[in-house]
């Protein structure tokens, strides 16, 4: 391989058969594909038919890293996982920070493919060259927290840990993989944990020690510098609130969901359970991913429990959301613990929230009941229930087991009005931002190819609000109208689609590193010479090769919707409108080159360099 920046290596694992094969990542691979999500959908695409099932041995769970994976550019140590989702039934990608994929890039491989079902509980561990596949019954059961601490006594305290809890094992839909033991990153979303779980994968342990070379260190060097003072500045408000010391803004601009979304202003409650109010409680410290210069995670100090009196992650703005408004919860503590909940057992808590908040309404609307949540009081804010069906989902025990399946099925179980407020984007319910409230975010769900995702355009803080001068997007002054929104979202879901791949942290857009200077790090690591245009042209290739995979699904315009509720209902508070989401999806079809159906047009593949297969 010519390209710098790359070890050049894929690695498969089928722990069914115990075979380790290494395949060679090729230059016209890597440059049309570049790495994290980009390379994880090429495997998936090319691996998988559409008839592989989810929890099926032949489904592979990709971890993936990139180009800038292991560099010292800002905030570059994340990976991609890549799979087809348990929870929506199609393509599935969640990223996470932490400190595992610059440790796993050590090992020498850019991706790692895993397929079968190992007979026994098993712990995969990477060291270098060196490949195991070790007895891990012991652990089966074990909380994340717990598995960590247990693995690193093992391999050693530099090992990095993705594990899964007893959600996984019990094959949640939305379950989730863990790193970085009691600060708890999470792959989050998409139910990855079922698929490692379903593979009799209870941990994968790496570490490594080869270095990622660089075409041009000096020119890496001298951008860095340059860059450093805008990040420095940037990380000031960051490193003291964390994501959620925006949720009393975001509150008063209607884009935090309340009472399942359907209520409008919850003014105290966001500023009890805000970032602010956080540092003046319970924070103790911050925590940053590796390379990372803006320490937004947040340390707090667990107060009762297993963890009492230690140090622990504390819970980011969607997770203060979902588990707190969504809820009517203003208890920052009681958000606090049932974060704690979620980590140990290993629960995506965006998904925890949206299923908890689809439950406490089916019950006040009587189409559930105290017989069927084992005598549960499903009330709003009653957060010592929120505590009993987070424990309950995680072992699929009574009316747990229901919502373990998520809210789609939940809501066809269930019968009767519930689908009219399940709130879910092609089965993943949507994070803590309200499509109402951003016309930019309600196309991005629809769109998203995961389902209900504000990552995949990350358009809701330049829409009224910051701006990415070399994206070649018009300012959007108004957040509440349809004009521009097409054009902007279309470019926002190509970058995003790059920084998936590079694998980069989406918060350094803030910090100065938009289009020019991402594509001149990655010419600089790689030797390429890439210009804006081919960079977002990549990206836009890696986007649609996601739409084909789910095209071969049965994915069409069908499914390019908003819950009933986000169309129907106006809230209120900061937010009166709603989406005019039929007008935006024709003009984004006619960016993107797909057909009134939203399926992409054989003459967009060929330009783009896409074999199409059926």
Known sequence: ????????????????????????????????????????????YDETAPETKALDCENPLIFAVGPLTGTKIYNSNRFQVIAKSPLTDIYGESNCGGYWGEAFKRCGYDAVLITGKADRPITICLSNDQITMDEATSLWGKETFETDHILKKQYGESSQVACIGPAGENLVKFANITTDGTHARAVGRCGFGAVMGSKNIKAIVVRGDKETELANPDKVRELLKKLGPSMSEFRKNMGAFGTSGGMEMCEEIGNIPVKNWFQGPFTDGARKISGQRMAETILTSNYHCGRCVLNCG?????????????????????????????????DLSAIAKANELCNRLGLDTISTGGVIGFAMEAYQRGLVSKTDTGGIELDWGNHKAVFSMIEMIATRKGFGAVLAEGVKAAAEQIGGIAAEFALHVKGLEPPAHDPRAKMTVALGYATSNRGACHLQAFSHDFEEGAFIPDLGSEQLIDRFTPEGKAENVFLMQNFMSMFDSLTCCKFVLFGGMTVEPLTQFLNYVTGWDLSADDFLRTGERIFTLKRMYNTRLGISRKDDTLPLRMLTHK??????ALPPLGMMLNEYYRYRGWDEFGIPKIEKLKELGIASKV
């Not at 340390?299 to 203060?320: L, M």
């Open 298 to 330: 947040r340390v707090i100090r667990a107060v009762d429990g297993p963890y009492a009196g230690k140090d622990i992650g504390g819970p980011e703005y969607e997770t203060i959301a979902l588990l707190g408004s969504n809820l009517l919860i203003d």
């Open 1 to 44: 391989m010519k390209a710098k920046g790359y070890m050049g290596k894929i690695l498969h694992i089928d722990v069914g058969n115990r075979k380790i094969e290494q395949r060679p990542l090729s230059d016209p691979v890597a440059e049309k594909y570049i790495g994290g999500s980009g390379l994880g959908a090429k495997i998936l």
């Open 571 to 576: 809230r209120g508070g900061g937010t009166n």
